[in-house]
């Protein structure tokens, strides 16, 4: 029983150490969407809007993840 009270916290602590590093990797993207300086003749803005936009997938996949190992980590 202990031992997966232990396993259960560990999962709990991962989780949360995910969860906090992934709302700081948005908050980063947000800071970097209100400093940019859009200009649709730009085509540097342009590949930065992709970039942003791929990041925002690819956080929305890292949480999904996350979600799934996080419940099956306490089944």
Not at 22 to 45: A, F, P, Q, V, Y
Not at 46 to 62: G, P, R, V, Y
Request: glycine letters at 2%; proline letters at 0%.
């Amino acid at each position: 029983m202990e031992k997966a009270k232990n396993a259960l916290n560990k999962a709990n602590i991962s989780y949360d150490t995910s969860e906090s590093s992934l709302n700081k990797r948005i908050s980063d993207i947000e800071i970097g969407l209100s400093n940019l300086k859009i200009d649709e003749n730009n085509s540097r803005s342009s590949l930065e809007l992709e970039k942003i936009d791929n990041s925002i997938k690819k956080l929305a996949l890292d949480y999904d993840n996350l979600k799934i190992a996080n419940s099956q980590s306490i089944k």
